[in-house]
T-cell receptor
Framework: AQSVTQPDIHITVSEGASLELRCNYSYGATPYLFWYVQSPGQGLQLLLK??????LVQGIKGFEAEFKRSQSSFNLRKPSVHWSDAAEYFCAVGAPEYGNKLVFGAGTILRVKS | DAMVIQNPRYQVTQFGKPVTLSCSQT?????MYWYQQKSSQAPKLLFH???????NEADTPDNFQSRRPNTSFCFLDIRSPGLGDAAMYLCATGVLRDGETQYFGPGTRLLVL
């Protein structure tokens, strides 16, 4: 079965600084990869996803992620963080033989300091 | 706007008292999912419906049941809530195509007293 690891439980960055959130997955082939963001007390909003094709994926709110097969990674990046980006970020993986079911990582809580 | 709606947003119930959470969607998606998310944890899939076909996860307790009377609505029933069932319950919808996105509702926060 597929699995996802987000090594960083908490990350703090200064407003305007760059951000990278790490995500590693375990799966035998190329999975479908997603990044979701969750604000406190809210549901999950899709930031971006990788299905196939270009390994650098652009998402909403200025986020991007790069799929690296050799490293089994799908790290999320943003060049300049805004205070409104403070939230919890979840990486998720889906696999064809498991239908559309997603397995989520444990999440990374982002704190933005001014 | 097409969306996933969950009611209520907050639900307080008593230990052992049955409770029902509601999810509706205007996306006309054929798949509906229920996730349980405990504090500071990842969402965990409980079960999903593909049209009227119910698919339970192997480790979902029998205490949790679900109904889908039509395409738009899906309910989560907790027959005898325990203190450990206090969590955020997230409903999501999708279509059964490779790599398709799941769209999440805002969640229902359940408190068990």
């Amino acid at each position: 079965a597929q699995s996802v690891t987000q090594p960083d439980i908490h990350i703090t960055v200064s407003e305007g600084a760059s951000l990278e959130l790490r995500c590693n997955y375990s799966y035998g082939a190329t999975p479908y990869l997603f990044w979701y963001v969750q604000s406190p007390g809210q549901g999950l909003q899709l930031l971006l996803k990788y299905f196939s094709g270009d390994t650098l994926v652009q998402g909403i709110k200025g986020f991007e992620a790069e799929f690296k097969r050799s490293q089994s990674s799908f790290n999320l990046r943003k060049p300049s963080v805004h205070w409104s980006d403070a939230a919890e970020y979840f990486c998720a993986v889906g696999a064809p033989e498991y239908g559309n079911k997603l397995v989520f990582g444990a999440g990374t809580i982002l704190r933005v300091k001014s | 706007d097409a969306m996933v709606i969950q009611n209520p947003r907050y639900q307080v119930t008593q230990f052992g008292k049955p409770v029902t959470l509601s999810c509706s969607q205007t996306l006309n998606h054929n798949v509906m999912y229920w996730y349980q998310q405990k504090s500071s944890q990842a969402p965990k899939l409980l079960f999903h419906y593909y049209d009227k076909d119910f698919n339970n996860e192997a480790d979902t307790p029998d205490n949790f049941q679900s109904r889908r009377p039509n395409t738009s609505f899906c309910f989560l029933d907790i027959r005898s809530p325990g203190l450990g069932d206090a969590a955020m319950y997230l409903c999501a919808t999708g279509v059964l195509r490779d790599g398709e996105t799941q769209y999440f509702g805002p969640g229902t926060r359940l408190l068990v007293l």
